[in-house]
């Protein structure tokens, strides 16, 4: 027991002479020689790390042991060399550094002794990069898997507002077919203020009806509303004359088409190399046109490649100057067919077989004087014969008859005996270039044809309220002109159409799932049907650039 507990712990300075190894056995309870060699161990290792020499001795030896030279054998001061007991080495072995094992006061006995190797730091460090590398590979499969989840999330919201443009479309289709039926009567062609024709919402999705602007030379903006077939001239009853004076057209290819519908069963074209042979009947579509040969992707689409009325930015005409130049998909059809008959079933009157009475009782019926009947019928006594109604029309005028006193008899009369009236061409609704090629066709010098359909097309859009008979025309061209007396002689030109197409394209949310789909509709026969239905969507985007800016915030304002 220490008497004196509150001075226990006080280190007490080394007396004069005593020895290091007994005094500090005595102040921290070590015995001997091992308390006294461990302090001598530390105390001489700092002196030496102290001084900048000693620690750079410290450092060699310590690089000369890790290199395999011997170590020191620790030694216990005042006494001779000896090795430690098991426990005493156990104890060394955790002193790094050959220092800390030196005898002091005289040099370092080495032999015998065995270099501590350092710890593995390179080992750690291997163990550091495997797990770098493991953490980035779970890192790179995490983010993966988050795209992938992206890309699948964006594909079924494609997915989704396909399937929505796809309903639209059909909806659509219900639509048009409501739209005829409310307005194309009797051959009128329904225009775009009659219904809505562009953006029309159905759910989250949209539709269009893709139309044509016939007064434009360099349309910049698509057009919309229905497209008139009737304003087409019929592959199917146009003879070469007139196919021939088409854009881009040959004289090569317009017989090529007269050599795939002929029926005699003469082919002069062979088609073995291509696989199939001439079809020797009426096309059934404008499409069967790729078919013939010398078919080319000019001929047939022209510069318009997506086919919707507008130059694209990645379209680009032929000559340059930035005008729509169309191909055949645009001037021809297979589909007009105009009835020869009132709605109601009776038939027209024929002004061509019909007597007398029926003549007058048609004149009186329309409000007009019976005094034009003998100047309608005959002609020095001799029996006048009309080769189509603008043939008639042009004798009501040259009578005295006004536009609208004809027109208050056009929908009642009739030059044929036919049930149906085929290959007219609605001079309402036509191009330039389809007027132009059909008065050409009728031996009309370039010139003049060029001239009398630009005329014909700037009449339309000044006095679009004049345009209810083919008595139009004399009004915008005199009776007289070569067009005029040209087209008296056939049964070429009308007002009436009962084809339309409707090239619907539709998106659905924030214009995603594109879709677009042709129809042509048939109300010849009082009821709108579907005659053909045709994809486009591989043709691209057809509404415009405005469209497309537009529709973010359309979809927003839902």
């Known amino acids: 027991m220490n008497p004196h507990p509150s001075t226990r712990n006080v280190q007490r300075p080394r007396p004069a002479g005593a020895g290091w190894g007994r005094w500090l056995s005595r102040e921290q309870g070590g015995t001997g020689a091992r308390a006294s060699a461990r302090f001598e161990v530390q105390k001489h290792a700092a002196r030496e790390i102290s001084s900048p020499l000693g620690l750079v001795t410290l450092k060699r030896r310590e690089r000369r042991a890790s ?42 006995n080495l032999t015998g002794w065995k270099p501590v190797p350092p710890r593995a730091n390179s080992e750690r460090g291997s163990v550091l990069v495997i797990v770098l590398w493991v953490a980035i590979g779970l890192v790179s499969i995490a983010l993966y898997f988050a795209n992938s989840m992206n890309y699948e999330l964006t594909a079924s919201d494609n997915r989704m507002n396909g399937l929505a443009a796809d309903q639209a479309i059909e909806g659509a289709a219900r639509y048009v077919a409501l739209v005829l039926q409310s307005f194309a009567t009797n051959g009128a062609v329904p225009t ?95 499409d069967e046109l790729r078919l013939v040969y010398g078919a080319t992707e000019d001929l047939l689409a022209g510069a318009d490649i997506n086919r919707n009325g507008v130059l694209d930015k990645n379209e680009k005409g032929q000559s340059g100057s930035g005008q729509l130049e169309t191909g055949l998909f645009e001037d021809c059809t297979v589909y007009t067919r105009e009835p020869n008959y009132h709605s109601d079933g009776s038939m027209l009157t024929n ?27 005959t002609n020095a006594n001799v029996r006048i014969v009309y080769h189509g109604l603008f043939g008639f029309a042009l004798r009501c005028r040259n009578v005295g008859m006004t536009s609208s006193d004809f027109a208050s008899l056009a929908d009642n009369i ?55 008979s083919v008595a139009w025309v004399i009004d915008a061209l005199g009776s007289t002109t070569p067009v005029v007396t040209a087209l008296a002689s056939g049964d070429y030109v009308t007002t009436h159409s009962y084809q339309f197409t409707a090239d619907i394209a539709a998106v659905g949310a924030f214009g995603r799932g594109y879709r677009r789909v042709k129809f042509i509709f048939d109300v010849s026969d009082g009821t709108p049907k579907i005659l053909y239905r045709q994809d486009l969507s591989r043709l691209g985007w057809a509404l415009g650039d405005k469209a497309r800016q537009t529709l973010p915030a359309q979809n927003g304002g839902q």
Do not use: H
């Open 67 to 108: 290199l395999g030279g011997t170590g020191f054998q620790p030694v216990v001061l005042g006494g001779p060399p000896k090795t430690w007991g098991a426990r005493s080495a156990s104890r060394a072995s955790n002193v790094r550094g050959p220092v800390s094992r030196a005898k002091f006061g005289g040099t370092p």
């Open 192 to 286: 775009s203020a009659q219904f809505k024709c562009a953006a029309v919402p159905v759910g989250d999705a949209r539709f269009w009806l893709v139309g044509r602007d016939l007064g434009a030379d360099k349309p910049t903006e698509p057009t919309f509303g229905l497209v008139d077939e009737g304003g087409k001239l019929n592959l199917n009853g146009v003879s070469t004359n007139v196919l021939q004076y088409l854009p881009n057209m040959t004289v090569d290819f317009a017989n090529a088409i007269m050599d795939w519908r002929g029926t005699n069963g003469v082919v002069s074209l062979d088609y073995t190399s291509l696989g199939y042979s001439a079809k020797n009947a009426p096309f059934e579509t404008v």
């Open 351 to 377: 002004v061509n077989t019909a007597a007398r009475t029926e003549i007058r009782s048609l004149l009186q019926n329309a409000g007009l004087s019976t005094s034009y009947l003998n100047q309608l019928m």
């Open 414 to 468: 009739t030059t044929s005996t036919n049930t149906y009236l085929r290959n007219r061409v609605n001079v309402n609704t036509a191009n330039a270039d389809v007027l132009t090629a059909l008065f050409m066709g009728l031996n009309v010098d370039q010139s003049t044809a060029e001239s009398a359909a630009q005329t014909l097309v700037t009449y339309r859009q000044q006095k679009a309220q004049n345009l209810t």
